[in-house]
T-cell receptor
Framework: DGGITQSPKYLFRKEGQNVTLSCEQNLNHDAMYWYRQDPGQGLRLIYYSQIVNDFQKGDIAEGYSVSREKKESFPLTVTSAQKNPTAFYLC?????????????FGSGTQLSVL | AQSVTQLGSHVSVSEGALVLLRCNYSSSVPPYLFWYVQYPNQGLQLLLKYTSAATLVKGINGFEAEFKKSETSFHLTKPSAHMSDAAEYFCALMRSGAGSYQLTFGKGTKLSVIP
């Protein structure tokens, strides 16, 4: 089945540690996105990528980094510079060609600080 | 700036009652608007979308939404609530710029259905 796979489902970070969240899609979509979800805050855009080897900062990129070396993969690293990393992280993808297309979402990773 | 505002972070309805979830948008260009639903600890699923065709949009699970330009609104309704409708609902607007598209979300409305 085609879809988006996020792993792990739960992740714990120690102080000063970088952690990487995985996002893989087999939908052959060009565009991929990372969102952060906090209770009562909705979803906020961290980074997005329209094509391989290119990505742009979203609204809350500080303390995060990404790469897009392959079309199907868009990992997110939460660095030690992100002082409040506890949140639910959602990866999404879209074919990327038209404004009326829907986003397909993964099932999310819950990141907590030890 | 393009944005959406959802009125009411929590809405409670009785089973069988009308569901009304409110969304207002701000956009300098004709907007493309979406409603998504999220069940606990899961990703989001598309309920319906408005893309400048019919102003009344029908979606999955009996939901529909009406685009009203004069009121800059895109409220979500369902005539009769089911227990399975309990979830969090997000209104969203597709922004575009520099050849790319990004979805901007409202803060969400959590719907509770009382038996």
């Amino acid at each position: 089945d085609g879809g988006i796979t996020q792993s792990p489902k739960y992740l714990f970070r120690k102080e000063g540690q970088n952690v990487t969240l995985s996002c893989e899609q087999n939908l052959n979509h060009d565009a991929m996105y990372w969102y952060r979800q906090d209770p009562g805050q909705g979803l906020r855009l961290i980074y997005y990528s329209q094509i391989v080897n290119d990505f742009q900062k979203g609204d809350i990129a500080e303390g995060y980094s990404v790469s897009r070396e392959k079309k199907e993969s868009f990992p997110l690293t939460v660095t030690s510079a992100q002082k409040n990393p506890t949140a639910f992280y959602l990866c999404a993808s879209m074919p990327g060609q038209n404004r009326n297309e829907k986003l397909f979402f993964g099932s999310g990773t819950q990141l907590s600080v030890l | 700036a393009q944005s959406v505002t959802q009125l009411g972070s929590h809405v409670s309805v009785s089973e069988g009652a009308l569901v009304l979830l409110r969304c207002n948008y701000s956009s300098s260009v004709p907007p493309y608007l979406f409603w998504y639903v999220q069940y606990p600890n899961q990703g989001l699923q598309l309920l319906l979308k408005y893309t400048s065709a019919a102003t009344l949009v029908k979606g999955i699970n009996g939901f529909e939404a009406e685009f009203k330009k004069s009121e800059t609104s895109f409220h979500l309704t369902k005539p009769s609530a089911h227990m399975s409708d309990a979830a969090e609902y997000f209104c969203a607007l597709m922004r575009s710029g520099a050849g790319s598209y990004q979805l901007t979300f409202g803060k969400g409305t959590k719907l509770s259905v009382i038996p």
